[in-house]
């Protein structure tokens, strides 16, 4: 088995320990022998990038996700996307932005460091590539040891994964996920929380996107009115729409009061 770099990542971080978890903006710059596989790879908005990962310890067979905290339970590395693994490939979607000089990608989401080997690049094909209907492990002890930031920047991400960009409906919905995960004390991906989306189609698409709720798990609702209701087998909080500030930082800035007011029964 022979694998020949085709590029390598320029990136501003240089410690695997300083990479946030969601990745930053980088670079790829492809090796010039290369250069015309790139013909047609900008008409994709994300790829899928395959790197090596040259600093990763090949004997590690068990670890902890210690980037979300070293408290979690010890695993597999088949089962977590720790960068310590046998053959130590990365494998990451991100998002194409441009293309400079005919070889330089211009790239966000990249969560490797400076000067990793890139081994290939293929295009990201929704149809083929997108599970949306795929389950996991539950994500509660998880959530519950993640810091805040963290924590909305992986919503952000689901949310922005299926609603397309974020907006300040997007913004709101990633609000009111947070309050439900605070009330509810629940990954809301957990198959027995149900959800009703309201009117807003920015809102319901961010919800479902953080959710992975439909109507085919029986999991997705309508309210046709302003309300965003999550129901738990302990509790069922009510979301009452306020207001939609004009822009994502407006959002992200006032209080929760400001966007919604929240009824609880249990």
């Known amino acids: 088995m022979e694998l020949s770099p085709i590029g390598i990542v320029r990136s501003r971080l240089c410690s695997r320990s300083d990479m946030p978890v969601q990745?930053?903006?980088?670079?790829?710059?492809?090796?010039?022998?290369?250069?015309?596989?790139?013909?047609?790879?900008?008409e994709n908005?994300?790829?899928?990038?395959?790197?090596?990962?040259?600093e990763a310890d090949?004997?590690?067979?068990?670890?902890?996700?210690?980037?979300?905290?070293?408290?979690?339970?010890?695993?597999g590395v088949f089962s977590l996307r720790s960068p310590e693994r046998p053959n130590p490939l990365s494998v990451s979607v991100v998002r194409l932005r441009g293309i400079r000089e005919g070889r330089i990608l211009e790239l966000e989401n990249v969560d490797v460091i400076d000067n990793t080997p890139v081994i290939d690049i293929k295009p990201y094909q929704t149809g083929w590539d997108c599970v949306f209907s795929a389950t996991g492990h539950d994500r509660t002890e998880k959530?519950?040891?993640?810091?805040?930031?963290?924590?909305?920047?992986?919503?952000?991400?689901?949310?922005?994964?299926?609603?397309?960009?974020?907006?300040?409906?997007?913004?709101?919905?990633?609000?009111?996920?947070?309050?439900?995960?605070?009330?509810?004390?629940?990954?809301?991906?957990?198959?027995?929380?149900?959800?009703?989306?309201?009117?807003?189609?920015?809102?319901?698409?961010?919800?479902?996107?953080?959710?992975?709720?439909?109507?085919?798990?029986?999991?997705?609702?309508?309210?046709?009115e302003s309300c965003y209701i999550f129901v738990s087998p302990e509790a069922t909080v009510i979301f009452h729409l306020r207001t939609v500030p004009g822009s994502v930082d407006a959002v992200f800035a006032c209080e929760e009061t400001t966007l919604f007011d929240s009824e609880i029964c249990r």
């Open 23 to 42: 990745g930053i903006a980088a670079e790829i710059e492809i090796f010039p022998d290369y250069a015309s596989a790139l013909s047609g790879i900008e």
């Open 45 to 54: 908005s994300h790829l899928i990038l395959i790197c090596w990962l040259h």
């Open 58 to 75: 090949r004997t590690v067979l068990e670890a902890v996700a210690r980037k979300v905290s070293p408290d979690l339970p010890r695993k």
């Open 143 to 224: 959530i519950e040891k993640m810091g805040p930031d963290d924590y909305r920047e992986g919503l952000i991400r689901e949310a922005v994964n299926y609603h397309g960009e974020l907006c300040p409906g997007a913004a709101v919905a990633v609000r009111i996920a947070e309050a439900a995960t605070r009330i509810l004390e629940r990954d809301l991906r957990n198959p027995e929380i149900v959800v009703t989306i309201g009117v807003d189609p920015c809102i319901a698409d961010a919800l479902i996107g953080i959710t992975g709720a439909r109507p085919g798990n029986h999991r997705l609702e309508c309210s046709g």
